[in-house]
């Protein structure tokens, strides 16, 4: 399963794709936006926005792809780990 993570902290990238590597997923993390966003997005199977750490652009940017791929969103406004865990855990479940 591949994951795009929007928003978060500088510091917890590393930790994030840890989390995701765990989960057996592949993990892109954006916690800035970079000029050219929407190309690499790409087409994930989750889409994962920490809505507490993430500019408007990047979120109607995220979404817009998301739409477009019909890709899964889930909003979290915590950026913890335990978050993103929660989110991955209840997404292996089902």
Do not use: W
């Not at 997005?41 to 998301?66: Q, W, Y």
């Not at 791929?69 to 089902?94: F, M």
Request: hydrophobic fraction near 35%; include cysteine.
């Amino acid at each position: 399963m591949s994951v795009v993570i929007i928003g978060g902290h500088d510091r917890m990238v590393s930790r994030y794709k840890k989390i995701c590597k765990d989960h057996n997923c592949k993990a892109k993390v954006f916690t800035q936006m970079p000029g050219n966003m929407k190309g690499q997005i790409g087409s994930p199977d989750l889409l994962v926005l920490f809505t507490n750490t993430v500019s408007h652009k990047m979120v109607r940017c995220a979404l817009s792809e998301a739409e477009r791929n019909n890709t899964e969103v889930v909003r979290c406004h915590t950026s913890s780990g335990t978050a993103l865990e929660e989110i991955l855990n209840k997404r292996a479940a089902s």
